[in-house]
């Protein structure tokens, strides 16, 4: 038997996060994981890897095609599948090591082991080495989610795959079929359509990522559909028949009411993400979940029992790791007596695409539907000095400010680099901040930074066009 201050089930962003936080302020925690390395989905087989590859593929891509409008020639461009694996694969190692190193700095106890909650002050670890019981004050559910399933599509992890398997193909596939065209489908699409395949998309709704700005990512679409990718719009995959290495989608065309086939040799399920809320002991001890599996929380992230706290994927909101992060701080703050708070009209989100999309803050669309009065400032990269000397001038930025206040409402950035531009509008949202505020901020020249002023200026109908 062990008493600490704080258990923590699951140590991906949300749980080592928090573990650190807790322990900084001077809670005796323990940390659960049931995998065998740290990090949870995002770095092992999530956000990391996929940006390593995101990374390489581009590599690959300007040396075939854009490297020369620089004035370097290369010659012919080869494909090492294998060191780009292993690149991807170090990096990943690198980092899981970098947070066991964190958790013997903390002081931090790690156990290796499925946990499940006995009662609200008890946390059963399972092993193969036997089970334990931990006593604690105060438990953090931080489980993180799993990939969901279609039952037209089971998988089988050579021919129908998740997002796992995508990250690690032996081989370039002749024709990608991806069925979903949001986040993950995007991303693993572009890696392999840089690296020679053909892609194609199936998404249920009319456009791509349906829950980002309407404008910005029809942008976005007409831009990957440029690059080779292909998409297919309002289908509903029915089902799927593999043989030799081969195989065939059945959906149903939405718009047109009929039945149509497609070939491939790997099809990728990319549909999003459920929950993971299973073999918690939550039922026992009466805690509800909602018909997708979401833990409902209070605004203190607390469970009908207010020292059982749960984070991240396994609650209502977005399914991004940086989200889970504040959320296992703030708990770790809140247990310890200190103000834990998270804002989540702040949340950025991120498609690393090329160009990148990146927004935070409401759509014109949710302005729109709640009735709240607004102006639009849009300027694109193509005019931009810094945009045009690397080469990269495709997307916008636009801005949604309050028509009364000019206080902003939301960002959105198409363009190089938007993953870190976002920031800027985090910040300036974060402190109440105006489109006027933006406008008149420094921005050093000539930097891509740039055109987020030139939108900010649009606002007020006072961008300069060149």
Known sequence: MSAYDLV????????????????????????????????????????????????????????????????????????????????????????????????????????????????????EVSSDTGKQ?????????????????????????????SSTEALSLAKVPNHLIVVGGGVIGLELGSVWL??????????????ICPIMDTQITKRLQTILGKQG?????????????????EVEITYEDLANQGQKTLS???????????????????????????????????????????????????IPGPMLAHKAEEEGVAVAEIIAGHAGHVNYET??????????????????????????????????????GRAKAIGMTDGMVKILAHAQTDRLLGVHVLGPRASDMIAEAVVAMEFGGSAEDLAR??????????VMREAALAVDKRARQS
């Open 441 to 450: 901020t420094f921005h050093a020249h000539p930097t891509l930074s740039e």
């Open 264 to 314: 491939g040799d790997v099809v990728l399920v990319a549909t999003g993400r459920k929950p993971y809320s299973e073999q918690l002991g939550l039922e026992e001890l009466g805690i509800e979940r909602d018909q997708r599996g979401f833990v409902p929380v209070n605004e203190k992230l607390q469970t009908k029992y207010p020292n059982i706290y749960a984070i991240g994927d396994l």
């Open 8 to 123: 923590i089930i699951g140590a991906g962003p949300g749980g080592y996060t928090g573990a650190i936080r807790a322990a900084q302020l001077g809670l005796k925690v323990a940390l659960i994981e049931k995998e065998k390395t740290l990090g949870g989905t995002c770095l092992n087989v999530g956000c990391i890897p996929s940006k390593a590859l995101l990374e390489s593929s581009e590599h690959y891509a300007a040396a075939q095609h854009d490297l020369k409008n620089h004035g370097v020639e290369v010659g012919s461009v080869k494909l090492n599948l294998e060191q780009m694996m292993g690149r991807k694969d170090k990096i990943v190692k690198d980092l899981t090591g970098g947070i066991v190193f964190l958790m013997k700095k903390n002081k931090v106890d790690v156990y290796n082991g499925r946990g499940r909650l006995l009662s609200p002050t008890q946390v």
């Open 347 to 384: 949340v950025p989100n991120v498609v690393y695409t090329w160009p990148e999309l990146a927004s935070v803050g409401a759509t014109e669309e949710q302005l729109k539907e709640n009735a709240i009065p607004y102006k639009v400032g849009t300027f694109s990269f193509a005019p931009n």
């Open 194 to 207: 840089r690296l020679g395949a053909k892609v194609t998309v199936l998404e249920y709704m009319d456009r």
């Open 133 to 161: 019981v931990l006593e604690t004050k105060n438990v953090m559910l931080a489980t993180g989610s799993v990939v969901n399933t279609l039952p037209s599509l089971r998988f089988d992890g050579k021919t129908v795959i």
């Open 229 to 245: 990718m292909e998409f297919l719009f309002q289908v509903k995959v029915t089902g799927a028949k593999v043989s030799n290495s």
